[in-house]
């Protein structure tokens, strides 16, 4: 399975930008979704994730009220709509398909990740 996430870019604290990841196969429609993000020098950690029906969603509490994820599957798709962006949230997000019926925040509980897409906040 291939993602290609793409959307980031550079944006003024409290904008907006919409992340898409496309999925080469469309079987991943029975995965749940993640999106994670990496800063320079942290560790990569978990934004927010999609069950594969797109009725159950879960976000970090830094993203909770500002993002919203969704999914199309017809289209292989799920996208990470980020409002009031802040200098903080500048990182490189990866999207990620679940193990399973797994669509938690553990890394470990996705098993396909795409390359990234890099989002910088200034100030």
């Known amino acids: 399975v291939q993602l290609q996430a793409y959307g980031g870019g550079l944006v003024q604290a409290g904008g907006s930008l919409r992340l898409s990841c496309t999925t080469s196969k469309r079987t991943t429609s029975n995965n749940a979704m993640g999106w994670f993000r990496q800063a320079p020098g942290k560790e990569r950690e978990f934004v927010s994730s999609i069950s594969w029906r797109g009725d159950s969603t879960i976000y970090a509490d830094n993203a909770r009220g500002r993002f919203t994820i969704s999914r199309d599957n017809a289209k292989g798709t799920v996208y990470l709509q980020m409002n009031s962006l802040k200098p903080e949230d500048t990182a490189v997000y990866y999207c990620?398909?679940?193990?399973?019926?797994?669509?938690?925040?553990?890394?470990?509980?996705?098993?396909?990740w795409g390359q990234g897409t890099e989002v910088t906040v200034s100030s």
């Open positions: 990620a398909v679940g193990r399973s019926s797994y669509s938690g925040r553990e890394k470990t509980g996705y098993q396909y």
